[in-house]
């Protein structure tokens, strides 16, 4: 099954639709309500509800043509590193050189509305199901079920809405994060000030808890989340909170451990198959490709592939991002993740403009489905957990496992410190999940280390842990219309 029916109960409205361009025309009924009819008289008006949320998350479109689903949204993140490069005068170099303007995160960038009203609607369409689930003739169990992944989506999205709006969780737990809504907003819905780190963290939790107690490991198909994804997604908060609380670790980990029982670590010939489709046995969680709802150029294999599969012309798309010859560096030649090119229109002007990556490939039908989830991210909490805890020797065993799968000439780790241990697991993040999640932000984001630029980056910047641009702006549209926000909520330029 894939996108063929979904529910958009977007910031005051709902849409009912079969998979064509309707979705397109006027949301009834416009003032917001929830209807029984439409919606809670069955099984099916929920579940298609669930599937136009994510719906929303892989094809919500912002201002620009590289504003389409969070697939973008991650892309901008993995630019903002030092591993990726983005063209200098072209499609992603404003992401790139951190620019605060509309694609950046001041109070009035379009890139910064994205994010925010993506996360929101995935918000508001879960509390219209989690509100409203009683109106369903059906068995608690039922019922349960429909909550639990409408709390794993809503978890999910207060995550990512924490980690982009305030600067880490272990800086401050205190800090302001953002407006918890755990009610489908209306017309007349007075909006919330911002909650605490601590608060929204434990928002996050009490829905993936909840969600990992309730779910089970059937679905009817990968881009829906099930136990295993909802583990996966509370590994990853558990994560971020063992900076500050180092008694987490161990939920990290046994949540990542978890999660990726029933998958296998990809072999060679699929990872070298293009990272396209949700039938890899590696991925948790991805969102489908629909060929009636084709992003074409705006796809993000139209940035990022540069191949003409199955030969190796260079295409003439968008296709305008690069790789860090530092990054490159750190690939051994037996890997298989090596999958750098030399870029085509080198020239001694044009330096950093060196490789390519042909990781994603589109097999000539200009999109593909999007990555959300894999079993190797999981290996990689569970080695980080355990060398926070000090466990060197099991952490260097299950790093070793994706690594030995990866390259079969690879050694074990002789790390003999925790911290040089984890510096390595940080690297072997990169080189596993780079473009996929803004792995190398994220991280530095996590660490409160500074970013610095090198290698063949046009855009060298240095960005100390504390500097201001680490955390978003509120939307301006936010600020206007929540009078619950003052101008002394704003976060600082």
Do not use: H
């Amino acid at each position: 099954m894939k996108f063929k029916k979904y529910l958009l109960i977007g910031l005051g409205a709902i849409a009912l639709s079969s998979c064509t361009k309707d979705y397109l025309n006027e949301p009834q009924p416009a003032d917001g309500s929830v209807s029984d009819v439409l919606v809670f008289n069955s099984k099916v008006g929920v579940d298609n509800a669930l599937t136009g949320i994510y719906y929303l998350m892989r094809n919500y479109q912002g201002s620009a043509q590289n504003m389409y689903g969070w697939k973008t949204v991650q892309l901008n993140f993995d630019l903002r590193g030092n591993d990726m490069i983005s063209d200098a005068s072209n499609w992603w170099l404003y992401e790139n050189n951190w620019s605060d303007n509309t694609y950046g995160r001041i109070a009035t960038a379009s890139r910064n509305a994205q994010i925010w009203n993506l996360c929101y609607k995935v918000i508001n369409n879960a509390n219209a199901i989690v509100t409203n689930i009683n109106k369903l003739p059906e068995s608690d169990a039922v019922k349960n079920a429909f909550v639990a992944e409408a709390r794993a989506l809503r978890g999910w999205a207060y995550f990512q809405l924490a980690r982009v709006y305030q600067f880490t969780y272990a800086k401050d737990i205190n800090a302001a994060g953002v407006p918890i809504m755990l009610e489908a907003t209306t017309a007349t819905t007075t909006g919330k000030p911002r909650s605490s780190m601590k608060d929204v963290y434990a928002q996050v939790v009490s829905d993936l808890e909840y969600a990992t107690a309730t779910l089970t490991t059937t679905r009817v198909d990968k881009y829906r989340i099930n136990k295993s994804v909802a583990q996966g997604i509370l590994a990853e908060v558990y994560q971020e909170m063992g900076m500050a609380d180092a008694s987490l670790w161990t939920k990290a980990v046994s949540n990542a451990q978890a999660a990726r029982t029933g998958f296998t670590l990809m072999s060679a010939a699929d990872y070298k198959a293009g990272f396209n489709t949700v039938s890899n046995a590696e991925w948790m969680w991805g969102l489908q490709f629909n060929a009636s709802q084709s992003l074409s150029y705006a796809s993000f294999f139209g940035y990022i592939e540069p191949l003409n599969t199955p030969n190796t012309s260079f295409k003439a798309r968008y296709n305008d991002l690069y790789i860090n010859n530092t990054f490159v560096s750190l690939f051994t030649a037996t890997d298989i993740r090596n999958t750098f090119l030399a870029a085509p229109g080198q020239s001694s002007a044009l330096t950093w403009k060196k490789f390519v990556t042909y990781k994603f490939q589109d097999n000539a039908t200009q999109t593909g489905d999007f990555v959300m989830m894999r079993a190797a991210e999981m290996y990689l909490i569970e080695a980080e957990g355990d060398a926070q805890q000090g466990l060197l020797e099991p952490a260097k065993d299950v790093l070793f496992v994706l690594q030995k799968q990866r390259d079969p000439n690879a050694v074990r780790s002789t790390a003999t410190s925790k911290d040089a241990l984890i510096n390595e697991i940080l690297v072997e993040r990169r080189k596993e999940l780079y473009a996929e999640m803004g792995v190398e932000y994220f991280d530095l984001k996590r660490y409160q280390r500074g970013l610095v630029r090198n290698g063949i980056q046009w855009s060298l910047l240095n960005i100390a842990a504390t500097d201001n641009r680490w955390r978003w702006q509120i939307p301006q549209t936010e600020m206007d219309n929540n009078k619950s926000l003052t101008s002394a909520d704003q976060n600082p330029l």
